[in-house]
């Protein structure tokens, strides 16, 4: 486990957000999900609630923030540092 995602994942635990600073190159949010989900290690379920729930996933993005909760704060913070890709435990819609 990488320190990055060693950290990412001890600040997700606690609720912190946490911004990553990563070598976008141009990606979409779509390609930085594929990524992450090539590194988790277990098959990917076509069928869950982890999906898109605001926003164009195949825009660039600027930035990354990682929370448990996308509060109005942690969206606020998000966006003014350039980070356009929350990725959150918690969504902002109930999508069940």
Same mark, same amino acid.
């Given at each position: 486990?990488?320190? %990055? %995602?060693f950290?990412?994942?001890?600040?997700?635990? @606690?609720?912190?957000?946490?911004?990553v600073?990563?070598? @976008?190159a141009?990606?979409?949010?779509?390609?930085?999900?594929?990524r992450?989900?090539?590194?988790?290690?277990l098959?990917?379920?076509?069928?869950?609630?982890?999906?898109?729930?605001?926003?164009?996933?195949?825009g660039?993005?600027?930035?990354v923030?990682?929370?448990?909760?996308?509060?109005?704060?942690? @969206?606020?913070?998000?966006a003014?540092?350039?980070?356009? %890709?929350?990725?959150?435990?918690e969504p902002?819609?109930?999508?069940?």
């Open positions: 486990m990488s320190r %990055l %995602l950290l990412s994942t001890v600040f997700f635990a @606690l609720g912190a957000p946490f911004q600073n990563l070598v @976008l141009q990606s979409t949010a779509r390609e930085i999900i594929g992450i989900q090539e590194q988790v290690g098959s990917w379920s076509d069928q869950t609630v982890d999906t898109f729930k605001a926003g164009d996933p195949d660039p993005v600027t930035g923030a990682v929370t448990m909760m996308a509060t109005l704060d942690v @969206l606020q913070r998000a003014a540092a350039g980070h356009n %890709l929350v990725i959150t435990h902002r819609f109930y999508g069940h």
